[in-house]
């Protein structure tokens, strides 16, 4: 268990890992799942809650079942045995961040957001 993490020792942490594993039930949004994406690593998340709307299976990770100790062993077991896969779905991850999670993207909606509702009152 790592305690106090800095940016770049998180970055380095997802940049050297093959596989990122978070099957928290409770996860609010899943930045961790971008972080590991922006550095080109596939994920494992749980299917319910946002993760389950955030990641698509065998596009950028997969999805196992809440508290589910076998589907999640094989889900780790598919994606070590398969390199090629984990390259696609780490890039196809590097990907979706670039499009939909990008600063400048997410700040630009915002503002278009916002002049729509200034225009329309």
């Known amino acids: 268990v790592l305690h106090s993490v800095s940016e770049n020792e ?3 942490l997802f940049r050297a890992a093959d596989i990122f ?3 928290s039930p409770f996860e609010s949004f899943g930045i ?5 994406w922006r550095e080109g690593t596939p994920v494992i998340a749980c299917n319910r809650g946002a993760s389950s709307r955030l990641v698509e299976p065998f596009r950028d ?3 196992v079942r809440d508290a589910d100790a076998f589907e999640l062993a094989g889900a780790i077991l598919t994606l070590l045995r398969d390199p090629e896969l984990r390259r696609r779905m780490g890039m196809r991850g590097r990907a979706n ?3 939909r999670f990008d600063w ?3 700040s ?3 503002e278009a957001f916002f ?3 200034i225009n329309t009152e």
């Open 10 to 12: 998180r970055t380095e």
């Open 32 to 36: 961790v799942y971008l972080e590991s």
């Open 97 to 99: 961040v670039r499009e």
């Open 21 to 23: 594993v978070s099957v």
């Open 115 to 117: 002049a729509e509702i």
């Open 61 to 63: 990770g997969l999805l």
């Open 108 to 110: 630009g909606n915002y």
């Open 104 to 106: 400048e993207r997410i």
